[in-house]
């Protein structure tokens, strides 16, 4: 069992930044593939990054490619998201992920074993 704790969610203008924190429980972590997904009031939740176990490797939805970076300390056992440039349609709240088969980065949200209790992000324009 792995327990996420989301942080780092506020309030800021359009155009700035925030970086999302999600420290996991236990020493597992670094078999993990982590993700970070949202969900806007009266949506689904939807992907927005992933990265694979040795932070090599990451992908991100075409909404914040250029914009958002994930990355990953296993020594700490968190997983980041920054993001900059950040518009009104970024506003939702923010999950973390964690997939425990450890492979492949997917984006589906079905195959993330593990869920944060998510963070809110507002930007203003």
């Given at each position: 069992?792995?327990?996420?704790v989301?942080?780092?969610?506020?309030?800021?203008?359009?155009?700035?930044?925030?970086?999302?924190?999600?420290?996991?429980s236990g020493?597992?972590f670094?078999?993990?593939?982590m993700?970070w997904f949202?969900q806007a009031?009266?949506?689904e939740?939807?992907f927005?990054a992933?990265?694979?176990?040795?932070?090599?490797?990451?992908y991100?939805?075409?909404?914040?490619?250029?914009?958002?970076?994930i990355?990953r300390?296993?020594?700490?056992?968190t997983?980041?998201?920054?993001?900059d440039?950040?518009?009104?349609?970024?506003t939702?709240?923010?999950?973390?992920?964690?997939d425990?088969?450890g492979?492949?980065?997917?984006?589906?949200r079905?195959?993330?074993?593990?869920?944060?209790?998510?963070?809110?992000v507002?930007?203003?324009?």
């Open positions: 069992q792995v327990q996420l989301e942080s780092g969610g506020g309030l800021v203008q359009a155009g700035g930044s925030l970086r999302l924190s999600c420290a996991a020493r597992t670094s078999s993990y593939v993700g949202r009031p009266g949506k939740r939807e927005v992933a990265i694979n176990r040795s932070g090599g490797s990451t991100y939805t075409n909404s914040v490619k250029g914009r958002f970076t990355s300390d296993n020594a700490k056992n997983v980041y998201l920054q993001m440039s950040l518009k009104p349609s970024d939702s709240v923010y999950y973390c992920a964690a425990r088969n492979g492949s980065i997917v984006t589906m079905v195959a993330y074993d593990y869920w944060g209790q998510g963070t809110q507002t930007v203003s324009s």
